[in-house]
């Protein structure tokens, strides 16, 4: 199939890929197959935008890719609003990069970390009234985020089902992988299965050998408090027993293991250790959730999947699919170890789900010119 042609305007974009982290962009810029916008060319934005662009092909779809000065729902949102004044055919934003997850989804699927969830949903969880023994979410109609449109529900749904899921799946590990092959992106290899670990949910990250800490001696209840070193140390530092940890089958997979502790194939271990894809409800907050209690009661309320903090933002704005990789299980645990891996899991799910995106044909008169090697408009 012949390659897309550049696009003569900002009016040929259709899609736009948001991200909040440097990682999150450098990943999506190592896919790109093409950047359009090189030494003089410019297609240039509107008048009081202030985001910054990468424009290109990923997935053999136009794409803007837009770079968050921050992470939150206010900085979502503004970026969002400022694509829409320069790219106003937008039809989609992507909201691409890492999120903590839930370790079991409700109908029993476990979540591993580097598995990459695309979003049925979101809900905003910190919106609502805080009362003096509780917080009460607001969920009437006007105080929600409502339904995505029918053309994603659609395209998500196709996603979904069996035949695209297991290309995402297969693709995401061949485009993960040629990440991995770039230079710079060495810390973007698969951590390895004994790396991922998940602690009972009432487990605290707080110092475990007696009498080193004094504050964390005192620590027995979930609302008392951790000295702030145990707030930055790795469980390794702070002495927390991975002995306690919680058994997942698919780990064991990927660690070489049959359930009943008989070897596997290589080809099966290979394939355990591929990200898995999962759809569903993704709640969005400012606040970074690092509560194994907190994140299992809202997702037991909400029905959610994964936690994040930008797609709230941009709901309002733009028609939002939210493509994030787990990092963390966003308890108390919680550190950078998965971050880069992640990211590429994300960069490389959201061009596999490109390629099975349909763009709209817009035949027309070109408005762009280039004479001598500089853009002008008509």
Known sequence: MARPRRPDSRDGFEIAIICALPIECNAVEALLDEEYETDVFSYGKAAGDSNAYTTGRLGNQHVVLAYMPGMGMISAAAV????????????????????????????GVEILLGDVIISTSVIQIDFGRQHPN?????????????????EIRAVVGKASGYLVRGRLKEKTSLFSAHICARDGFDKSAYPGPENDTLYPS?????????????????????????????????????????????????????????????????????????????????????????????????????????????????????????????????????????????????????????????????????????????????
């Open 80 to 107: 969002a609003a400022n694509i829409l004044s320069s790219f106003e055919r937008i039809k989609v934003g992507i909201v691409v990069g890492i999120c903590g997850g839930v370790p079991t989804s409700a109908d």
């Open 134 to 150: 509780k917080f009460v979410r607001k969920k009437a109609v006007e105080d929600t985020l409502g339904r995505a449109n029918p």
């Open 202 to 378: 009432d487990y605290r990250h707080k110092h475990r050998m007696q009498s080193s800490c004094i504050i964390c001696d005192d620590c027995q209840n979930q609302d008392d408090e951790v000295c702030e070193s145990a707030l930055k140390n790795s469980c390794v530092e702070l002495g927390c027993d991975d002995k306690l940890s919680i058994e997942r089958k698919r780990l064991q997979k990927a660690m070489g293991f049959a359930p009943d502790g008989s070897q596997i194939t290589t080809a099966e271990i290979r394939e355990a250790q591929k990200a898995s894809i999962h759809f569903g409800r993704i709640a969005c907050g400012n606040q970074v959730m690092k509560s194994g209690l907190h994140r299992d009661r809202i997702a037991a309320e909400e029905g959610v999947i994964g936690l994040e903090m930008e797609s709230a933002g941009t709901w309002d704005y733009i028609p939002t699919i939210v493509i994030k990789s787990v990092c963390d299980y966003a308890d108390s645990h919680k550190n950078k170890h998965w971050q880069e891996y992640a990211a590429a899991t994300a960069a490389a799910c959201t061009k596999a789900f490109l390629e099975e995106w349909r763009s709209v044909n817009r035949p027309g008169k070109s408005r762009f010119h280039i004479i001598l090697g500089t853009a002008t408009w008509v």
